[in-house]
């Protein structure tokens, strides 16, 4: 694959799409093709399951149905969109993939590892980001500007639970980006968007450099 698949992670309110949208404009201005999308969603099946999702339908039956859920729109998107723009050498933004999934229902969700693993195993085939974005923030101050950015709409299905869960949230991205420190990278959301935007954009920039590096590189004779 030629183009990088970068995933922007964390909870409700940290800035994720601020941050996607700055990161392509940066990304744009040094002249890459940029494809921006988001999950639940990205593709136009992966859409429809989103609205199921997010309302809160499938909430009666349970995290274990919402796992699975997450995970056929989730194929759709990597298969219809995600996969051939990597291909094509897009850079690929996308708000929210696998991590969420390990977090809102494999942790918070209380589902069985071994079961979330098999899931996650069929839905992205193999694809993994490149890099991982975690904007961290409290939670406190998350449901703050989730709510204001809402206004007078209701809650979707995540932003209503107690804030309990979501510290619980904050914590397992913070763990997920520890375990894989080589993917993930942690950023402080709760500073001005325009620093946070420069952190993000310097990372990404030495991703590409040594992508460069790495493909110029002669091989050795054997």
Known sequence: MQGLFI???G???????TQIARLAEHLRAQGDDVLVTREPGGSPGAEAVRHVILSGAAE???PAMEALLFAAARNDHVEQVMRPALRSGQMVLCDRYIDSSRVYQGVTGN???????????AAINGLMPDLTIILDLAAEVGLQRANARRGAGAADRFEKETIDM??????AYLAI????????????ADRPAGEIAR??????????LQRSVKTKQPEVAK
């Open 11 to 17: 909870g409700e309110g940290a800035g994720k799409s």
């Open 199 to 208: 952190e993000i954009a310097a990372v990404v920039d030495h991703l590409k």
């Open 60 to 62: 009666p039956f349970g």
């Open 7 to 9: 995933t922007f992670e």
């Open 177 to 188: 980006a520890k375990a894989e420190p080589e993917r993930c990278q942690v950023v402080a």
């Open 111 to 121: 589902l069985d590892p071994d079961l979330m693993r098999a899931i996650e195993r």
């Open 166 to 171: 979501h510290h619980k949230r904050r914590d």
